[in-house]
Every structure is written in C-alpha cells, then in structure tokens.
C-alpha cells in the first residue's frame, strides 16, 4: 500500500524552528520533485518548496526563503523541511506532495504547525 507519512509539526514561539519529514513508502519509487504546501486558515492552499528528484534543485516561495531549507534523502525516499526563524504568518498546516509519480501526484495527510507567542 502506498503511503505518504508527514512527521514534526507542532507549537512554537517565533523565532524558534521546526523539522518537517515526509517519507514514501510501499511501492517502487520514482517521481519529478518532492515538496510542502501548506494551507492557512480561510486561505487557499499555496506553494511552499520542492526538490527536483534528480536534478535536486530546489525551488522556495519569496516568504520563506533563507529562513526554510529543504533536502532530501533518495535512499528511503524522504524529504525534510527545517524551517527556522519562523513568524506566526508560518501558522499553517503544512501538506507534502509528491509529483509525477506512477500512481500520479500524491499527497500526505497534512501536519499541523502554529507559530504563536
């Protein structure tokens, strides 16, 4: 069974920082990147970051960049988000998305992160 499993949410104060892993598991694996979108409330779900599988290029929204990074680890198919310096406008939950996969773009359950004082 293929699975998309989402991990490192949680309460923050700004300014401290959060890990966010996502992890394929259960069937051959090949796709074109591997990401985070989040969504806040009474917003719409937007972009955050991905990576290129093979080129391992990553792409970050304006906001984030030089406070979020994103890497990957091919060997057990696994993208993680440290996110730092975060601000309450980061309050979301956050979603990992796997495009161009052979079962097509998948998606994780969604974790929670809130950035409050």
């Known amino acids: 069974q293929v699975q998309v499993t989402e991990s490192g949410g949680g309460l923050v104060h700004p300014g401290e920082s959060l890990r966010l892993s996502c992890a394929f598991s259960?069937?051959?694996?090949?796709?074109?990147?591997m990401g985070w979108y989040r969504e806040a409330p009474g917003k719409e779900r937007e972009f955050v970051a991905d990576?290129?599988?093979?080129?391992?290029?990553?792409v970050y929204r304006d906001s984030v960049k030089g406070r979020f990074t994103l890497s990957r680890d091919s060997g057990v198919n696994t993208v993680y988000l440290q996110m730092d310096s975060l601000k309450p406008e980061d309050t979301a939950v956050y979603y990992c998305?796997?495009?161009?996969?052979?079962?097509?773009?998948?998606w994780g359950q969604g974790t929670q992160v809130t950035v409050s004082s």
């Open positions: 990576v290129g599988w093979t080129n391992e290029s990553a």
């Open positions: 259960g069937g051959p694996f090949t796709c074109h990147a």
């Open positions: 998305n796997i495009d161009g996969t052979i079962w097509g773009d998948l």
